[in-house]
């Protein structure tokens, strides 16, 4: 009997998972345990009852990856209020796989009824947490459902909350997103049986609250994180043309949004404060405001009204902290950092003026300018929609030049990217012209070596990044991915800490073309130890060991270097053993371009017992043997390392290295190789030695693995006995070569 149909389902990314992630990365961990185990098993050749048992197992494992497609195909909003019924077909799930483990355990050789038994115990102690958010999204929808339909009033304002509160919870805030969630509803709707008229009643209901209501939830975010000048705008520009609350039949929104407290307002702009800071006064601003005003050369403090002494800032963390949680507690998005209006010129000089540098002017204060008198000109013509745009466009791109220029003229050596620190002042069009502009600055070599970035360009391209990937423009992503890479690359910059949604979308694009630029960004963000920790947290682990499967050299190579500088979180690891990576590490060995990797990984991750297991299994000590013999000198000492390590952990590895190829190799390590190898090589000989002379029974493994084992080896090194007796003779010869040296 075959057991592959339970591989029929693929699982997908960790990232593609829309609602339930928690749970559902739970059970990815079990079953991709068990699935590698159905070939062990068998081989096993159980009883019949065994083959019932294995059956249901498969069955089990079958259910838990359909239960995963579902989370990821289905709709948000559906999939928090059925959370509660998710979480018992987990949890049915896990006591079926528990079950069938159990009958199996009794009828399969020690080893694997080991392996089996921890399985069983991780079944035993498994968990699905349902986050948070996504249970206040369930309960609020679930809330509304239940409500009376007679008071249509009330009703109206309610579904408006719900809706409302729920997009926040289940991040469904643009229209693209909105968009994705109507079709995953819509074909919801085409899988309804006729028998399940309330799950059709419910679908229909999500779908007419979106159609109904959607545009609100736009509308929510765009009030959440517009900045302050193009709302004081905005209001301006109504009351100047007269524009009556009566035009708009949309139902208002404000009512749904909690005034923040007076104490988390910036005393300048009134808004919610962002990044906090304290000034000699002991006022609390938002900083891009105070140092504004500072930097206009003004020393009064705006509220206290007194000369400050010294304008020093210093962030007021406390204050920080306190709004976050007010904003979670709220459903509100922290907002997106605020400008500060510029200044509008005292006077016009027409003469000098062109109409680019006019856009640029109008473009630097964000104004809606469509329909609109500029009364500051001579004549009183107005711009429309296509003007304004033509304008954005020009207004780019001479700020571009004129930077440029700028760069040119104080080095004659650099070319400074100026121009992209304010990339977010720019229509969508003329950002796609501003970053194919650098991108070609990248593919010239001369160019490209005198390009210089800073830290102040990485947010701008990064947000640049994301509205690519949420338009499906793969050659935007490209191209923003690329400039990204540039950026970071360039002397290593570091990014800001900002949200671990950057991880998620950088694990999106492993998925497109900018596959190889996402992976290139996260190898140099691994390097960092703030974004180190949280690309373990964020769970993309299993999109990047994905990687591994394909072909493309320069992709795995990438990815190799990332769990390279991973391996040394304690977690890693873990997850690399439980999603059945150890024998590909292993496979790895034999590739000379990522073997130097590979081997410094297993060194940070064999300290666990899982890893050495499957190590042992996956016959490392045969690629270990010819690393010795053909590595470099540092790969070399990493094998090493790892032999020591095992054998020091349990001495039953011992036996595993008693081969003529290893000792020879760790004889000539010895001589030729670096102290540190030196030194390990010779305290693996004695302890090789001290074992040899051990009784033979206090360091037996079971006889299949040394079968195996020596199989392997001797198979790898034709020629060179095996015999015990023969093996003996050389450790004896190197112990009295070494003692001699020592």
């Known amino acids: 009997m075959e057991f592959r149909a339970a591989e029929s389902v693929e699982l997908p990314y960790y990232s593609a998972i829309k609602v339930h992630r928690l749970m559902c990365l739970e059970l990815k961990k079990i079953i991709n345990s068990i699935s590698h185990m159905f070939s062990d098993l068998e081989s096993a050749r159980p009883c019949t009852s065994g083959m019932q048992a294995l059956c249901l197992l498969q069955s089990a494992v079958d259910k838990a990856k359909l239960l995963i497609q579902h989370c990821s195909e289905s709709s948000k909003l559906y999939l928090a209020i059925t959370a509660k019924a998710i979480l018992l077909r987990c949890d049915k799930i896990r006591k079926t796989l528990a079950i069938s483990m159990n009958q199996v355990q009794d009828m399969v050789p020690p080893l694997l009824a080991e392996k089996i038994s921890r399985i069983i115990d991780e079944l035993r102690s498994a968990s699905f947490p349902v986050e948070p958010s996504e249970y206040e999204a369930g309960a609020v929808i679930l809330e509304l459902l239940q409500q009376d339909t007679s008071a249509s009033g009330s009703k109206l304002q309610s579904e408006i909350e719900a809706l409302q509160l729920a997009a926040l919870r289940l991040n469904i805030l643009s229209p693209f997103a ?69 035009e708009d039949e949309t139902p208002p929104n404000d009512f749904f949004i909690p005034k923040p407290p007076e104490e988390f307002q910036c005393p300048l702009s009134m808004r919610l404060l962002y990044d906090p800071v304290i000034i000699a006064s002991g006022q609390t601003f938002e900083r891009v405001w105070i140092e504004k005003r500072f930097n206009e050369g003004n020393q009064i403090c705006p ?39 510029p200044s509008l010129p005292s006077s016009w000089e027409t003469s000098s003026r062109s109409i680019a540098s006019f856009g640029s002017s109008v473009l630097g204060l964000q104004l809606q300018i469509g329909n609109v008198s500029i009364g500051s000109m001579s004549t009183g013509s107005t711009l429309d929609s296509s003007d304004r745009t ?155 060991l994905k990687v591994l499967d394909t072909t493309a050299t320069e992709c795995y190579t990438l990815a190799m270097k990332i769990l390279r500088n991973l391996s040394d979180c304690s977690d890693v690891g873990y997850h690399i053993a439980y999603l059945g990576y150890i024998p590909k590490l292993v496979s790895f060995l034999e590739d000379s371009n990522v073997a130097g990797y590979c081997i410094e990984i297993i060194n940070n991750i ?137």
């Open 178 to 246: 909105r968009l994705i969630e109507e079709r995953s509803i819509k074909i919801l709707l085409g899988k309804v049986h006729d028998r399940e008229t309330m799950k059709w009643k419910i679908l229909n209901y999500l779908l007419y609250l979106l159609k109904k209501h959607g545009k609100l939830i736009w509308q929510l975010q765009s009030k959440i994180t517009s900045p302050p000048e193009e709302d004081n705008y905005s209001s301006s520009m109504e009351q100047k043309q007269g524009v009556g609350k009566e």
């Open 303 to 341: 509220v206290t009204k007194t000369r400050l002494e010294q304008l020093s800032i210093t962030p007021n963390l406390a204050m920080k902290g306190l709004i976050s949680k007010w904003c979670l507690r709220h459903g509100i998005n922290i907002p997106e950092h605020a400008k500060p209006i």
């Open 390 to 544: 033509r304008n954005d466009e020009v207004a780019a791109d001479s700020h571009c030049q004129r930077c440029h220029l700028s760069s040119m003229t104080s080095s004659s050596h650099d070319i400074n990217a100026a121009f992209l620190s304010e990339l977010d002042k720019y229509s969508w069009k003329s950002k796609c012209k501003a970053v194919e502009k650098v991108k070609g600055l990248l593919e010239d070599n001369d160019k490209a070596r005198r390009l210089t970035f800073s830290g102040s360009h990485v947010n701008p391209v990064i947000t640049f990044l994301k509205d690519a990937n949420e338009m499906c423009d793969i050659e935007m992503q490209k191209d923003g991915a690329e400039v990204l890479l540039a950026i970071l690359s360039s002397n290593r910059i570091e990014l800001p800490p900002c949200h671990e949604d950057v991880i998620y979308l950088l694990a999106s694009l492993l998925d497109s073309e900018p596959a190889r630029e996402s992976l290139a960004i996260m190898e140099v963000l691994s390097w960092q130890q703030y974004y180190k920790s949280r690309i373990v947290a964020s769970g993309v682990l299993p999109s990047i």
């Open 606 to 742: 064999c300290n666990i017992d899982q890893v050495r297991f499957e190590v042992t299994e996956a016959n490392l000590f045969t690629s270990i043997a010819r690393l010795l013999e053909d590595g470099k000198k540092e790969e070399q000492e990493l094998a090493v390392d790892v032999l020591l390590s095992l054998c020091y952990e349990d001495t039953r590895y011992c036996q595993m290295i008693m081969t003529g190829s290893i000792i020879q190799s760790l004889f000539s390590i010895h001589r030729n190789g670096s102290s540190r190898a030196e030194d390990n090589a010779f305290h693996l000989i004695e302890l090789v030695e001290h074992m040899t002379r051990s009784d033979a029974s206090q360091c037996s493994i079971p006889s299949f693995i040394l079968s195996q084992e020596n199989s392997h080896i001797s198979s790898s090194n034709e020629g060179k006995t095996s015999s015990s007796k023969a093996f003996g003779f050389l450790i004896k010869k190197v112990s009295r070569f070494l003692r001699g040296k020592w």
